[in-house]
């Protein structure tokens, strides 16, 4: 099989793969972030990283109109899957109110058109039967998942991955593989996959706190400064909250543990986006919390990729 994963981040794509048994020959990986790269090459070294996925971009007529470098794209082999979860910054209703960000498929977001031309290339001249999956988050407002769907002329599956995981993660996948029958549940729960011995350092045990109630989700509320979200503190008897690319200053997701605050560890991190254990991540917290919140949940992509098997 050979690969090419745009906006490829720590290679989730790749680590679903493997978990799955499929032979790579080749996995082309497109990323710009030097740490998920390096942690891409520590436990792939065979990876072909192919830069900036605008690098393929000759020229920009308009988002429908994106003229590629073919010469590049045409030293690539047959390509048999693409896959991209290009930016969701803009799409996203947690930016909702951020001027910066909540702007749709015209923020960040837009790389999803690069993304898209690249795909239509590999289609038109290089593979017509390749697979491919796209991505993205499920709070889309309906103008950006309909221009999204009518770009790929598909329409998306919504899978949670609270049916593979102890998190809650909604998330959109445009795809023309087979996705074969959804788990109908998951008992997982975080505190089925909280570290037994944690560091001090994760605690607030300086910081005041309330209690809002054991049964609730969002059981406790920090008294600390910043968004509302910032000072949520959940039950661990709950499913855990959407993870989100955060590199510290309190935005990582916090429990009640034993009665005190803390943050979720790397580790508990890793476990509620079903990354295995020996996949290696040798870089700093803040790096493996900001990777963790912008992959996808292994588990789903797992499945999603299991439909290829069934397909052949």
């Not at 393929?56 to 047959?78: C, G, M, R, Y």
């Not at 916090?254 to 991190?269: M, V």
């Not at 917290?285 to 900001?290: K, P």
């Amino acid at each position: 099989m050979n690969v090419l994963s745009l906006c490829d981040g720590m290679s989730c794509g790749q680590i679903a793969l493997i978990e799955d048994g499929f032979k790579i020959d080749n996995y082309f990986a497109s990323e710009i972030d030097k740490n998920a790269i390096k942690v891409t090459q520590e436990n792939f070294p065979n990876t072909i990283q192919l830069g900036d996925v605008l690098s393929f971009v000759k020229e920009i007529i308009d988002d429908h109109n994106i003229l590629l470098n073919e010469e590049v794209l045409s030293k690539l082999p047959k390509i048999d899957l693409v896959i991209f979860g290009s930016p969701c910054r803009s799409l996203s209703k947690a930016t909702a109110g951020r001027k910066k960000y909540n702007n749709g498929l015209q923020g960040v977001s837009w790389l999803f058109y690069p993304c898209n031309a690249i795909l239509q290339w590999i289609k038109n001249h290089n593979n017509p039967n390749v697979y491919f999956m796209v991505e993205n988050v499920a709070s889309n407002n309906k103008e950006d998942l309909e221009e999204i769907s009518n770009t790929l002329g598909i329409n998306p599956v919504l899978i949670d991955s609270n049916l593979f995981s102890a998190q809650d993660r909604k998330r959109n996948y445009w795809t023309n593989i087979p996705i074969l029958p959804l788990p109908t549940s998951n008992d997982l729960v975080i505190k089925d996959i909280m570290d037994k011995d944690v560091n001090q350092k994760y605690y607030y045990t300086d910081k005041d706190f309330e209690i809002l109630g054991l049964d609730k989700k969002v059981c406790a509320k920090l008294h600390i400064k910043g968004h509302d979200i910032l000072k949520r503190v959940n039950n661990i008897n709950f499913k855990s909250p959407t993870l989100t690319s955060c590199r510290g200053g309190n935005r990582q997701k916090k429990i009640l543990d034993n009665g005190i605050p803390r943050k979720l560890t790397p580790n508990e991190y890793r476990r509620l986006q079903t990354i295995p254990d020996w996949y290696k991540m040798n870089v700093a917290d803040s790096h493996i919390y900001n990777m963790c919140g912008d992959g996808w949940t292994i588990g789903v992509i797992k499945h999603i990729f299991n439909g290829m098997k069934q397909d052949t």
